[in-house]
């Protein structure tokens, strides 16, 4: 089986900063892209930030310039700083990945697989 565990969720006053860690582990063959998104109650979950297996990355327009996503292939862990943080980006953050695992001897499986979900809380 594969899983994702996140950590390094928190309570912060505006304007500081949290780094959260996604590691994957289990029966991986490769792992495509990786990704943060947030959702808060009543709300769609939303993409904040994107990264390809090549390292291109993509951002939600309201995090470009303060959140910076990265990826550690080696450990198979996705990484998303998070700086000037703001009341707004108060959310719960789930890890997303597009993971080739093993399934059996002779085949693979592509799918997709979430974190359990960090809460972000900033406070003014």
């Known amino acids: 089986q594969v899983q994702l565990v996140e950590s390094g969720g928190g309570l912060v006053q505006a304007g500081g900063s949290l780094r959260l860690s996604c590691a994957a582990s289990?029966?991986?063959?490769?792992?495509?892209?990786m990704g943060w998104y947030r959702q808060v109650p009543g709300k769609q979950r939303e993409l904040v930030a994107a990264?390809?297996?090549?390292?291109?990355?993509n951002y939600a327009d309201s995090v470009k310039g303060r959140f910076t996503i990265s990826r550690d292939s080696a450990k198979n862990t996705v990484y998303l700083q998070m700086n000037s943080l703001k009341p707004e980006d108060t959310a719960v953050y789930y890890c997303?990945?597009?993971?080739?695992?093993?399934?059996?001897?002779?085949?693979?499986?592509?799918?997709?697989?979430w974190g359990q979900g960090s809460q972000v809380t900033v406070s003014s």
């Open positions: 997303h990945a597009e993971i080739l695992a093993v399934t059996t001897s002779i085949s693979l499986g592509l799918n997709d697989y």
């Open positions: 289990g029966r991986i063959f490769s792992i495509n892209d």
């Open positions: 990264i390809t297996s090549g390292g291109s990355t």
